[in-house]
């Protein structure tokens, strides 16, 4: 059954005006999967950066009580919830120190810091945000706009077991199996976002790639269009490949490659699978053909997938320049 909401509906989920406008037409969904779907292409490819700095502020800053001012009762509750675990577990002085480290955050890069907060303690944020305050702003910007996603995410799997909860009140023989199905969705959203990891059943339902990359050429302030990318996997001998001997021990054998569209971002590099097989990869980017006159002929980024992260999603970007490039794992 479709689920029809509205624009006020969407602006709970992400405080931007523009992507609650372009949910509201792109609707309605047949289910949560295709609203998430939707969602993440238009936060990443229609909003732009006024929209993300809109979405930002609507959030409170972490230990904060949201503005009773705010537009979205839902929202304010759903803030709430997200960090109960942290107050739970905050102190008087680490409440003092978050609210110290806020206003060093906003100072450095103008907006709040932003965090998929829920079911994290309070000296698990303060650590984050300890950690993100050393990036450029220019990543700090683009893990923000990823952590928003998450909420957004989130909290639309909320939206989403609302309505079933509705729907189920005009029949009693399905009310209580609408009210679990519900619930449970929201769970399986919740824990995958603030702790990926396998599930009891041993399964997973992605929506896209395991493995996901994009270029944003940081001396143009834009996206890098038309670079080649390789995705590979490492096979041999060793589990990993041994520094200055990896022709001797094993070889890396390709997953799949792609070109950058005009949003930076690679295609499909990989098969849509569940469960990613363990061990390291390596995307390689084609910088020299993108910039012939840059430092770089060609930029190869490694990384190691253990068992237990197999469920997860890893996106890794490149920033580049012509004489500096550098990288980070998103979601």
């Known amino acids: 059954m479709n689920s029809k909401f509205d624009e006020k509906d969407f602006l709970a989920c992400c405080g931007s005006k523009k992507f609650a406008e372009e949910m509201a037409s792109s609707g309605p969904f047949a289910n949560l999967d ?62 003092k120190e978050l609210s110290e480290w ?10 709040i810091f932003l965090i998929c907060a829920s079911g994290r303690t309070a000296s698990e944020i303060l650590a984050e945000l300890k950690r993100r305050y050393l990036n450029r702003p220019l990543v700090e910007f683009e893990i923000a706009a990823h952590e928003q996603m998450k909420v957004t995410e989130l909290r639309l799997a909320k939206l989403f077991s609302t309505k079933v909860k509705d729907a189920s009140i005009s029949s009693e ?12 969705r929201v769970s399986i959203i919740g824990a995958h976002l603030t702790a990926p990891s396998e599930s009891a059943a041993g399964k997973t339902h992605r929506t896209r790639p395991p493995i996901t990359t994009h270029v944003l050429d940081i001396a143009r302030g834009s996206p890098a ?10 096979k041999g001998n060793q589990p990993r490949p041994l520094f200055g001997e990896e022709d001797v021990s094993g070889c890396w054998v390709l997953e799949g490659s ?10 499909q590099l990989m098969s849509m699978i569940d469960a990613l097989n363990p ?35 890893f996106h890794v970007p490149l920033l580049l320049s012509p004489f500096s490039f550098s990288t980070y794992r998103g979601s």
């Not at 009580?65 to 304010?76: E, F």
């Not at 806020?102 to 907006?111: E, I, Q, S």
């Open 258 to 267: 792609s070109i950058t569209d005009k949003d930076g971002r690679s295609g």
């Open 34 to 95: 295709q609203a998430v779907d939707a969602a993440r292409d238009i936060w990443f490819n229609k909003v732009d950066v006024n929209g993300w700095l809109e979405a930002f502020a609507a959030h409170p800053r972490i230990g904060q009580n949201p503005s009773a001012k705010h537009p979205s009762d839902a929202s304010v509750q759903w803030s709430k919830g997200e960090q109960s675990t942290a107050m739970q577990t905050a102190s008087d002085s680490s409440l």
């Open 173 to 184: 023989n399905t009310e209580t199996a609408a009210k679990k199905a519900g619930e449970d």
């Open 279 to 313: 061990g390291v990869y390596k995307i390689s980017f084609n910088t020299g053909k993108y910039c012939p006159s840059g430092f770089f002929p060609y930029v190869s980024i490694l990384f190691e997938i253990r068992e237990s992260q197999k469920w997860e999603h």
């Open 102 to 111: 806020n206003a060093r955050y906003w100072k450095k890069f103008g907006f």
């Open 225 to 234: 269009t038309g670079i080649e990318v390789r995705l590979e996997m490492w």
